[in-house]
């Protein structure tokens, strides 16, 4: 399915370029319009170069792409991985970091009163003591998952 919408787009574009290209040289005569090669015509082909680029999203290393399609509903199912992919002139591909990430912070908290029960009589044993403690978290993204991540 998405080799043909992608083929449609290119033929699409071909397409178009050589309307353009006709379009653009043709004359009018005084007995009608007359085909002939003008330096505009070929605004077509630079029409054609600025839009092939959008067939095209590179992933570079460490990174993962992620799908939005406006006609598919939105974020795809799939993740890109690194190298040079075809879409749709439609399609966005958002880039997401898969190098490993650290998190820190610290978490600080007062125990509270223990009470301890021995033989009927309630007694206590501690309490008001303060601790602190830094808690490092290391993640990063898979690839296979990060259309949920995103």
């Given at each position: 399915?998405?080799?043909?919408?992608i083929?449609?787009s290119?033929?699409?574009?071909i397409?178009?370029?050589a309307?353009l290209?006709?379009?653009?040289?043709?004359?009018?005569?005084?007995?009608?319009?007359?085909?002939?090669?003008?330096?505009?015509?070929?605004?077509?082909?630079?029409?054609?170069?600025t839009?092939?680029?959008?067939?095209f999203?590179?992933?570079?290393?460490?990174?993962?792409?992620?799908?939005?399609?406006?006609?598919?509903?939105?974020?795809?199912?799939?993740?890109?991985?690194?190298?040079?992919?075809?879409?749709?002139p439609?399609?966005?591909?958002?880039?997401i970091s898969?190098?490993?990430?650290?998190?820190?912070?610290?978490?600080s908290?007062?125990?509270?009163?223990?009470?301890?029960?021995v033989?009927g009589?309630?007694?206590?044993?501690g309490?008001?003591?303060?601790a602190?403690?830094?808690?490092t978290?290391?993640?990063?993204?898979e690839?296979?998952n990060?259309?949920?991540?995103?």
């Open positions: 399915m998405k080799g043909g919408i083929m449609f290119v033929i699409s574009a397409l178009v370029t309307a290209f006709v379009a653009l040289s043709m004359v009018k005569t005084g007995g009608g319009m007359r085909f002939r090669l003008r330096k505009r015509s070929f605004l077509a082909f630079f029409a054609l170069l839009i092939i680029p959008s067939f999203a590179q992933v570079s290393a460490n990174e993962v792409g992620i799908v939005y399609d406006p006609f598919k509903g939105g974020i795809q199912d799939i993740a890109l991985g690194e190298g040079l992919h075809v879409v749709t439609f399609q966005k591909v958002y880039m898969t190098k490993l990430r650290e998190d820190s912070f610290e978490v908290a007062q125990t509270g009163k223990i009470i301890k029960v033989d009589v309630t007694e206590e044993t309490g008001g003591q303060w602190t403690y830094t808690v978290i290391q993640y990063r993204v690839v296979s990060a259309q949920t991540f995103f």
